[in-house]
């Protein structure tokens, strides 16, 4: 079938909740794809960070294949032979003392946010249905009621009420707006190191290690969403890094499934995750064997391939290069490792658009940025490769 036929048959039986690229992918491997027509591109997009080990890396593929011959799917009603070695590498690799398993990135949020409400009573106190957590503006941790009841983007909230109360939303960068919004119900502050959807945001230098300092001051907890940050897409394995913090919370998603399977965890110290009691809380496939292989072979091969070393020297070539591009549309270039943004004085979607008819895919975010997020595993030529097309697209 073409690219047309298949998504006309898409457009005819699926839920119109998106608007993709016109192209049909139906084969991959690193940072290529190829259409059903046989056209070759260029992922710059990487699934928003899923696929930070490359499509189809071999490592993960083996270590998946020789799970899916001995067990996928026990439910926690069980126990599995991979998921307590999955924990402890997840904990080892973080530094964090406990782990708890989930499948997407929103239901590890939500975890974290039943997580802090459940400590916020247990052991800070709050009186009974008053817990609070601050969350910044121009967010993004997922799709759930709960997590759009404090989102800022009207397109996720519009007719979606009612909301789940609780939430207090203060401007992103400003730590003294945080300080400013704690009361004594406060329970958490969550928020992203760098906010990806919201356009690649980076914060003021400073802003992270001052929330540190003022959650810690008043028995609040640092939780941070490093679901598209996280493991080693910023240069570093924990965007928190750059400010030599370490959080109450972390949340990991996305690339921790190796780009095969959806995994995710919220990680804690052992008296944060011992609030959670047998029947608290759970999932059907949260720590299943094939997503515990999944994991390990993902957090493995970041390790052993230095990919965090990689996205920090080639992000730095990239950018470098991106700003060399004359363009009077280009307002700024901005990222930290390979998560890059190119901000425009114009649709960035027309761009996305153009790029790819060239055989480069990336994505728009908030109309006016241009997102660049290749697989780590992509090397300097292949960034040459792209820089041909994107300084084409630009200066034409
Ligand atoms: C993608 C993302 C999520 C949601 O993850 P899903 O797996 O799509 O539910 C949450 N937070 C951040 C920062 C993300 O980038």
Known sequence: MSNKSLISVNDSFGAHNYHPLPIVISKAKDVWVWDVEGNKYMDMLSAYSALNQGHRNEYIIKKVKEQLNKVSLTSRAFHNDKLPLFLKKVCKFSGFEMALPMNTGAEAVETALKMARKWGYLKKKVAAGKAQIIVAENNFHGRTISIISFSTEKQYRDGFGPFTPGFKVVKYGDAGAIKKAINKNTVAVML?????????????????????????????????????????????????????????????????????????????????????????????????????????????????????????????????????????????????????????????????????????????????????????????????????????????
């Not at 400073?206 to 679901?227: A, F, H, Q």
């Not at 095969?260 to 949260?286: E, Q």
């Not at 070393?309 to 070539?317: H, S, T, V």
């Open 192 to 396: 992203e190191p760098i906010q990806g959807e919201g356009g690649i945001i980076i914060p003021p230098k400073g802003y992270l290690k001052e929330v540190r300092k003022i959650t810690r001051e008043n028995k609040v907890l640092l939780m941070l969403d490093e679901i598209q940050t996280g493991l080693a897409r910023t240069g570093k394995n924990f965007a928190y890094e750059w400010e030599q913090i370490k959080p109450d919370v972390l949340i990991l998603g996305k690339a921790l499934g190796g780009g095969v399977v959806p995994v995710s965890v919220v990680l804690a110290s052992r008296s944060i995750m011992s609030v959670y009691k047998p029947g608290d809380h759970g999932s059907t496939f949260g720590g299943n064997p094939l997503a515990s292989a999944a994991g390990i072979a993902a957090l493995e091969y970041i390790e052993k391939h230095k990919l965090a070393d990689r996205a920090q020297k080639l992000g730095e070539y990239f950018m470098k290069e991106l700003r060399k591009i004359k363009s009077k549309h280009i307002q700024e270039v901005r990222g930290r490792g390979l998560l890059i943004g190119i901000e425009l004085d114009t649709k960035a979607r027309d761009y996305a658009e153009k790029l790819m008819q060239d055989g480069l895919l990336c994505k728009e975010t908030h109309t006016r940025v241009l997102r660049f997020a290749p697989p780590l595993v992509i090397t300097k030529d292949e960034i040459d490769w792209a820089m041909k097309r994107i300084q084409k697209v630009f200066e034409e």
